[in-house]
């Protein structure tokens, strides 16, 4: 079965600093793999997405992510972090079917 | 352009009691999975909706159900509310026909049951 794991719970970044979160997936196939971003009380966002091709993605916000194969990972980078980034972030696979399999999520805070 | 739409915003159950949650997916999209976020915790499938059937389903029990409508929207429907079931539910649309796996996620409902 597909699992993803996101071994930091919170990580503590000051602004302006550079930013990368880890995600570790299982799933058999080549997987189609996401990160999104939920700030307090609200749903979630998506930053960026792998299918294939080009293994480092960018996305919104100024995030990108590379995937490595080999690794089993799919990490999560900002190159320099701004307050509003302050957010709680979830890697996620597609599974069989069209369903989402979430990681337990990473809560970024961010000092001024 | 309106994105993915849920109602209400919050709602407080007592055990017991039954609650209906409410879903409007984004404009052109087929397909309505559900999900449930429990506090601390990554959201978890419960199941998805396409031409108004099931197509998929999490491990929730059969308390879990739910009904999409000629126009896409859909229900969730919980009965006989747990204090566990308390949650942020989520509701994310997406094309059936991509199999991609991109969804885009509602605001979510609160639910809080006492």
């Known amino acids: 079965a597909q699992s993803v794991t996101q071994p930091d719970i919170h990580i503590t970044v000051s602004e302006g600093a550079s930013l990368e979160l880890r995600c570790n997936y299982s799933y058999g196939a080549t997987p189609y793999l996401f990160w999104y971003v939920q700030s307090p009380g609200q749903g979630l966002q998506l930053l960026l997405k792998?299918?294939?091709?080009?293994?480092l993605v960018q996305g919104i916000k100024g995030f990108e992510a590379e995937f490595k194969r080999s690794q089993s990972s799919f990490n999560l980078r900002k190159p320099s972090v701004h307050w509003s980034d302050a957010a709680e972030y979830f890697c996620?696979?597609?599974?069989?079917?069209?369903?989402?399999?979430f990681g337990g999520g990473t809560r970024v805070l961010v000092k001024p | 352009d309106a994105g993915v739409t849920q109602s209400p915003t919050h709602l407080i159950k007592t055990r017991g009691q039954q609650v209906t949650l409410r879903c409007s997916p984004k404009?052109?999209?087929?397909?309505v999975s559900w999900y449930q976020q429990a506090l601390g915790q990554g959201p978890q499938f419960i199941f998805q909706y396409y031409e108004e059937e099931e197509r998929q389903r999490g491990n929730f029990p059969d308390r879990f159900s739910g009904h999409q409508f000629p126009n896409y929207s859909s229900e969730l429907n919980v009965n006989a509310l747990l204090l566990g079931d308390s949650a942020l539910y989520l509701c994310a649309s997406s094309f059936w026909i991509t199999d991609s796996g991109e969804q885009y996620f509602g605001p979510g409902t609160r639910l809080t049951v006492t």
């Open positions: 996620a696979v597609k599974a069989a079917g069209n369903k989402l399999t």
């Open positions: 792998y299918f294939s091709g080009d293994t």
């Open positions: 404009s052109g999209h087929d397909t």
